[in-house]
Nanobody, 121 residues
């Protein structure tokens, strides 16, 4: 099973930027579709962005203007660039490796432990 570790989030002023990273270990990272989710207090966990194994990106409409997901397979890492941050972006951000089936083999996904991002002046 893939293990995921997110970078430390932090406190960012409104309008600022932050890049999160998520390092994978334990398996073949390049086969996984990867996503970032977030969960604010009192809210359900929501999808922020997805990047497939072949590099295609998918964003919910509410996320596509300010968030960019990318991956570096050589570093086994997926990134989330967040720009023009707003207080409502405050949440715990999680990376996720999706379950993948390649041929006859199923590769189990997993979740990272989450990292707190706080947008406040």
């Amino acid at each position: 099973q893939v293990q995921l570790v997110e970078s430390r989030g932090g406190l960012v002023q409104p309008g600022g930027s932050l890049r999160l990273s998520c390092a994978a270990s334990g398996t073949i990272f390049s086969i996984y579709s990867m996503s970032w989710y977030r969960q604010a207090p009192g809210n359900e966990r929501e999808l922020v962005a997805t990047i497939t194994a072949d590099g295609r990106t998918v964003y919910p409409d509410s996320m596509k203007d300010r968030f960019t997901i990318s991956r570096d397979n050589a570093k086994n890492t997926v990134y989330l660039q967040m720009n023009s941050l707003k207080p409502e972006d405050t949440a715990v951000y999680y990376c996720r490796a999706h379950n993948m089936v390649v041929g006859a083999t199923t590769y189990s996904g997993s979740w990272g432990q989450g990292t707190q991002v706080t947008v406040s002046s």
